[in-house]
């Protein structure tokens, strides 16, 4: 079995008048290869609200190692005073989740509540931003904000670059 790739690069999608939106090529190329490895069924994936502009599109291999990810890490505050709010995240996180197929074509219909909390339009552009294990979609105006903040705020994102380095190689630590 090969590494997994990430998924990377930015791609704009037009939206349709029925809510549907076509997986960039490269993005589904890489998104089929992993369930096919992991011989889960082809077109299966989770999509999940991430905030205003803002839903991630998960594989289902890659759903499952994120709710791992989570439930790992609400059971560190087990007996923390943190626990419920912990798991009310988790939680907030699988309300807000949907599973869906994505066609041959690429073709994926967002549903009705993730799209109007989104706050997207029918036949705007999006953006379909890979995002290492997940891909990320984006309203344009809500992306630009974003980064726009982060590059303004340099010293502080490099700070959090290299807090989040250190613990994903103390991870990889505990993992070994």
Do not use: C
């Amino acid at each position: 079995m090969s590494r997994r790739l990430p998924f990377s690069g930015r791609y704009t999608v037009q939206l349709d008048a029925k809510r549907r939106a076509i997986l960039p090529a490269a993005l589904r190329k890489l998104a089929e290869k992993e369930l096919e490895e992991k011989g889960d069924p082809p077109g299966e994936f989770y999509l999940t609200y991430y905030g205003p502009g803002r839903l991630h599109l998960y594989t289902s291999v890659g759903f499952q190692r994120q709710l791992k990810r989570m439930r790992r890490n609400v059971n560190r505050f087990e007996n923390d005073e943190d626990y419920m709010e912990a798991k009310d995240v988790y939680d907030a996180f699988l309300h807000n989740s949907v599973n869906l197929k994505i066609g041959e074509q690429g073709r994926l219909l967002i549903p009705p509540e993730l799209f109007d909390q989104s706050g997207f339009n029918e036949g705007e552009s999006v953006y379909f931003v890979g995002s290492d294990e997940v891909i990320e979609i984006w309203k344009p105006s809500r992306y630009d904000e974003h980064f726009e903040r982060m590059r303004s705020d340099y010293k502080r994102t490099e700070t959090v670059m290299r807090n989040l380095t250190r613990r994903l190689e103390e991870e990889d630590d505990e993992d070994d």
